[in-house]
């Protein structure tokens, strides 16, 4: 079983539309997050919840919302979308938020904007 | 803010060298992380550092946190062409709540 999955894979739409990532969590983690990989593979921070709740917003946009039903759940909606929002978008879950914790990865979805 | 570098960026070199990828800070971390991401896939853990000094051996992979913890660097030894990826360092930043990325060396073994 996939340990944590985002849905879709590949994302193509177009500009000033809304979409959706949606991510799960099978291992029971409380600390979920979203990160963005751009052209040049850097890794950078969006958001951080533990146990449903927002602990980082790391100067994002308000065009992206994250929301988090419960534990096991962390999406983004993302509303207006520009060309700059082309990028891969990577799910992760961690134990708990401690500097030792391992954080698990998704596959990623690779988000394109025309 | 940038708050680690990694070097080099790109990193090209035959099945059976030996190569060093370095993480470098001006800040002093309580540990860090060490990732490697093959295309397509997400970064997969491969070790953490803690203890200033500390050296952690993975097989053939090497790797070495500094006295100060400010930096760390992981050495491969005969390298294999399952090595190649991308190798990114990470460390906590915001009281400990998310992971700070180095832009990652991308390292290719051709056979």
């Known amino acids: 079983d996939t340990a944590v999955s985002q849905t879709p894979k590949y994302l193509v739409t177009q500009m000033g539309n809304d979409k959706s990532i949606k991510c799960e969590q099978n291992l029971g983690h409380d600390t979920m997050y979203w990160y963005k990989q751009d052209s040049k593979k850097f890794l950078k921070i969006m958001f951080s919840y533990n146990n449903k709740e927002l602990i980082i917003n790391e100067t994002v946009p308000n065009r992206f919302s994250p929301k988090s039903p419960d534990k096991a759940h962390l999406n983004l909606h993302i509303n207006s979308l520009e060309l700059g929002d082309s990028a891969v978008y990577f799910c992760a879950s961690s134990q708990d938020a401690g500097a030792r914790q391992p954080q698990h990865f998704g596959d990623g979805t690779r988000l394109s904007i025309l | 803010t940038q708050l680690l570098e990694q070097s080099p960026q790109f990193l090209s070199i035959q099945e059976g060298e030996n190569l060093t990828v370095y993480c470098n800070s001006s800040s002093v971390f309580s540990s860090l992380q060490w990732y490697r991401q093959e295309p397509g896939e997400g970064p997969v853990l491969l070790v953490t550092?803690?203890?200033?000094?500390e050296v952690k051996k993975l097989k053939r992979l090497t790797f070495q946190f500094g006295d100060a913890r400010k930096d760390s660097s992981l050495h491969i030894t005969a390298a294999q062409p399952g090595d190649t990826g991308l190798y990114l360092c990470?460390?906590?930043?915001?009281?400990?709540?998310?992971?700070?990325f180095g832009k990652g060396t991308s390292l290719l073994v051709t056979p």
């Open positions: 550092v803690v203890t200033g000094g």
């Open positions: 990470a460390g906590l930043i915001n009281s400990g709540y998310a992971l700070n």
